[in-house]
């Protein structure tokens, strides 16, 4: 059983800085690729980022160079370094996990966590 617990949202000023965390269980982690999705009411949900079993990353254009993802593969978990939070990234953000291979599309993911809510006050 794959379990996938998100934590670390909140409440922000524009500006504002939060770290999501994801815990993720079972024991081929480090094989896994893990992404970082966001949703709004009525909206798709749309990627942020993702990291590759090997450390590759990559960033949805709206978030680069503002949002880290980093993965500790002793503690099953990855990191969301979200800095210089806008208003528009307030979201319900969601981690997943990728058996093989990591990608940008949600479909490609079959676990995934309960989601934590981020908000950010102008």
């Known amino acids: 059983q794959v379990q996938l617990v998100e934590s670390g949202g909140g409440l922000v000023q524009a500006g504002g800085s939060l770290r999501l965390s994801c815990a993720a269980s079972?024991?081929?982690?480090?094989?896994?690729?893990m992404g970082w999705f966001r949703q709004t009411p009525g909206k798709e949900r749309e990627f942020v980022a993702r990291i590759s079993s090997g450390g590759s990353v990559n960033y949805a254009d709206s978030v680069k160079g503002r949002f880290t993802i980093s993965r500790d593969n002793d503690k099953n978990t990855v990191y969301l370094q979200m800095n210089s939070l806008k208003p528009e990234d307030t979201a319900v953000y969601y981690c997943?996990?990728?058996?093989?291979?990591?990608?940008?599309?949600?479909?490609?993911?079959?676990?995934w966590g309960q989601g934590t809510q981020v908000t950010v006050s102008q």
């Open positions: 079972g024991r081929t982690f480090s094989l896994s690729g």
């Open positions: 997943a996990r990728q058996p093989y291979g990591s990608t940008s599309v949600a479909r490609d993911y079959p676990y």
